[in-house]
């Protein structure tokens, strides 16, 4: 257990070093694209632990892949594309008919392969996320292109959520190891 909450602390860890150091500054879009699809893949790791969502191998990499998948819209963009970004801000495909295409794939899935696509869809929204808190997305397009902003304070403490909740919970002295095993969530 301990590897995983370490594995959860350096998680969130990175997102906040990536937020203060690099985001903050005017850095090469090589370096601020890495660092961001970092720090979306962290953010699926904590949240998809606050939540308990089970992961297994197959999984978690599913949750990973839609933590960042979503970002290969942006590639017209800088290709010179003009007309599937707003003005200023994220592309329209930001938005909340990404998250209803995914949920109902993952509900449409046969049985054996829904929490394969629903961990897909989970990376998904924990990428929409923090892409809100973080200059905000075009959730409501069609309807419209405002790209509305969450307040980064509530994205953190989402963030530090489990950290605080795994430190309230961790045993002040050692105890006998339990006979029944855990199930297995993301950084378990």
Known sequence: MLRSDAALVAAVGVIQLVDMTVHRRHSRFLIRAMTDET??????????????????????????????AIDADHVPMYLGVRGLTPEKGRPYSHCWLALV?????????????????????????????????????????????RSPELPYGVYAVALLWPVLRWR?????????????????????
């Open 168 to 188: 309230a919970m961790t045993p002040r002295t050692s105890q006998a190891p339990r006979d029944e095993p855990e199930a297995a969530t993301c950084l378990s």
């Open 39 to 68: 720090s979306h893949m962290c953010t699926a790791l904590a949240l998809s632990r606050m939540l308990g969502w089970p992961c297994r191998t197959p999984e978690l990499l599913a949750m990973l892949a839609g933590s960042v």
């Open 101 to 145: 295409a995914a949920g109902g794939a993952a509900l449409l899935a046969p049985p054996k392969r829904r929490e394969l696509v629903g961990s897909f869809a989970l990376g998904l929204a924990t990428h929409f996320f923090r892409d809100a808190a973080t200059g905000g997305l075009p959730v409501a397009w069609p309807f419209s292109s």
